[in-house]
Structures are given as C-alpha cells and as structure tokens.
C-alpha cells in the first residue's frame, strides 16, 4: 500500500513538472545533462558560441559553497553577467581556470591554433571531445533513481569524491562550526511521511551561506514559509533541488519519516 501511494504521489510529480506553465511535455535531460546550464550573457553578442557547463563534473570536485560564495557566481543560470575579461583577470571561472591547475579560459593572447582550448567551453551545438567522460567518471559512484543518476551525498561519505572547499588566495578560513541537530518537518498531505532535514548532509556541501539569507531568510524553524508549489517554481529548496541536486520527484530522499 504505501509502495503504491508513492508511485501515485511520484506521477502526479512528474505530470504537474512536465505539463506546469507551458501545457507542453518537457524532455527530461539525460543523466549527462541534468544540471547542464548555457552561459551566453555576452557570447551572441560577440559572434561567439555560447557556453555549455556541465555542473557533474564541478559538484564532483568542489563544493557548492566554493563557487557560489567564495567564487561569487549566482544561484541562477545567467544572472552573474560573467565577462571575457573578468575570467582572464581571474575571476569566476578565471578562479580555477587560470592555466595553472586546469586550462585557462579567456587568454587574450591565444594563437588560431589554440582555438581548440576556447570550444572545450564555448560548445553549444558542437561535438567536442571532453577530458572527461560521463559514464566512464560516474561508473564507481554509488547510484541514484533520478537526476545525474548519482547519489553524490553517498559519495561523498564514500570517500568516491572529496569536493574541494578551499582555495587558496580566494577562500578565507573558517572555523569548523557546529551543525544543528537534524529535525522534523509535518507533511501537510494525509499519509505522506514527514520530512527529515538534515544541516549536517547540506553543510558537507553548502556551508550556511549558500542558503542563509539569500534562499531562506530566517535561521528559526517555522520562521519561512514555502510550499511544494515553491519548490517546482525553483524558489527554496526547489532553488538546487530543481535542477542540480536530486529533483522533487524523489519523493522518498526526503519524506522518510514514517507517520505516527
């Protein structure tokens, strides 16, 4: 029975995901693609090629908290106004991507015969030979039902991945602070498990200041109050759990409290 209940929550998930706003049917990405953002502030603009970033790869090595505070880059695709100039000054992707650790992005000195290095970014409609390959980066880490098909949060405990939460020149320091305990949140919908928050999970990856107080306002239990319907308009938890963390379908990842 309760097998059944979450396979009919799960298709109304997906029928209110695919058909909310539009009236059409969305493709759901592949694997490969779930968390894939184009980048194309300027690029059009210039006669360029848009910018195709694969969040995959990046949440395998860094953190969230590293490129979205530290780093600076927006929560939403597009709205950090990323220039050539500020990637060659070493800023955003220029952070990382210096020529140093990993390949540069933006030179102003770079050769036609170079050119191959700006399309490893720069990809939108083309075929490009990655360094990296999904199936083959992803085959060891432990799965997942829905998104990437990885559960990174496993991984992570695994020791598969040890996501990088410091740079050097960039990142202050910190001390280690202490999370809040884990706690319950009351489904609103008669029969559907309660929720499990857990800081700790989140922390791993976010710190506090991805989500405090840009994404949830208050630090008091109660004090914000959202809905599911927030959630599939991208607001909340819905902000990473909409796109790049496991998607709102995986009902079960965090309604896991039986109820009483």
């Not at 109304?12 to 490969?32: C, H, Y």
């Not at 800023?91 to 490893?120: L, M, T, W």
């Amino acid at each position: 029975m309760k097998k059944l209940f979450f396979l009919a929550v799960l298709l109304v998930g997906v029928f209110s995901f695919a058909f909310a706003g539009t009236g059409v049917k969305k493709r759901r990405p592949l694997p490969f693609e779930y968390g894939r953002v184009v980048i194309d502030n300027y690029s059009e603009e210039a006669d360029f090629i848009p910018v195709v970033f694969d969040h995959w790869l990046h949440r395998a090595k860094f953190t969230c908290r590293l490129c979205h505070v530290d780093i600076g880059f927006a929560m939403k695709a597009n709205e950090t106004r990323i220039r050539a100039v500020d990637n060659s000054n070493g800023y955003y992707c220029g952070s990382c991507h210096n020529g140093e650790a990993v390949f540069p992005s933006c030179r102003n000195d770079i050769s036609p015969k170079e050119f191959q290095i700006c399309i490893r970014c720069h990809s939108v409609g083309r075929r490009v030979d990655r360094k990296y390959d999904f199936r083959e980066f992803t085959k060891d880490l432990p799965k997942g039902r829905l998104g990437n098909g990885v559960d990174w949060e496993k991984a992570e405990q695994q020791g598969k991945i040890t996501p990088v939460d410091y740079i050097e020149g960039i990142s202050i320091k910190r001390d280690k602070f202490v999370d809040p305990k884990d706690f319950e949140l009351k489904s609103k919908v008669m029969g559907m498990p309660n929720i499990i928050f857990s800081h700790r999970k989140h922390t791993v990856w976010n710190g506090c200041e991805v989500c405090h107080p840009e994404i949830f306002v208050g630090i008091k239990k109660g004090m914000t109050k959202y809905s599911m319907a927030d959630f599939y308009e991208g607001r909340y938890c819905g902000v990473c759990h909409n796109s790049v963390a496991f998607p709102l379908l995986d009902c079960q990842r965090c309604h896991t409290e039986n109820v009483r």
